[in-house]
């Protein structure tokens, strides 16, 4: 399985990205997917995660409200959509992918994972 991830930049605080991550490999559907992110000098968080179906989703209390994660299984893609973005959302943000069994297709991937691809940076200037 690899993850690809994209749409990070530099934005002032206030506006909005929306980071892409595309799966190659494997069953997309098998998998939940999630958004971790590190900052220099913190340890990595957990962001967001969304289930194989697509239909349960989970997220960080720094982000509620503001971040929205989604799926679109047939272009193997999920996506995170950040809105209102502050200066310490500044980091670098990665997707994960972590396999369920059937029977477990909408349990919601946390900090665990299976695969992880490269960051992308997210910078939010005051």
């Known amino acids: 399985v690899q993850l690809q991830a994209s749409g990070g930049g530099l934005v002032q605080a206030g506006e909005s990205l929306r980071l892409s991550c595309t799966f190659a490999?494997?069953?997309?559907?098998?998998?939940?997917m999630g958004w971790l992110r590190q900052a220099p000098g913190k340890e990595r968080e957990f962001v967001a995660g969304i289930s194989g179906s697509g239909g349960g989703t989970d997220y960080a209390n720094s982000v509620k409200g503001r971040f929205s994660i989604s799926r679109d299984n047939g272009k193997k893609t999920v996506y995170l959509q950040m809105n209102s973005l502050k200066p310490e959302d500044t980091a670098n943000y990665y997707c994960?992918?972590?396999?369920?069994?059937?029977?477990?297709?909408?349990?919601?991937?946390?900090?665990?994972?299976?695969?992880r691809g490269q960051g992308t940076q997210v910078t939010v200037s005051s």
């Open positions: 994960t992918a972590k396999y369920y069994i059937l029977t477990d297709r909408n349990t919601i991937p946390h900090e665990d994972y299976n695969y």
């Open positions: 490999g494997g069953s997309f559907s098998r998998y939940g």
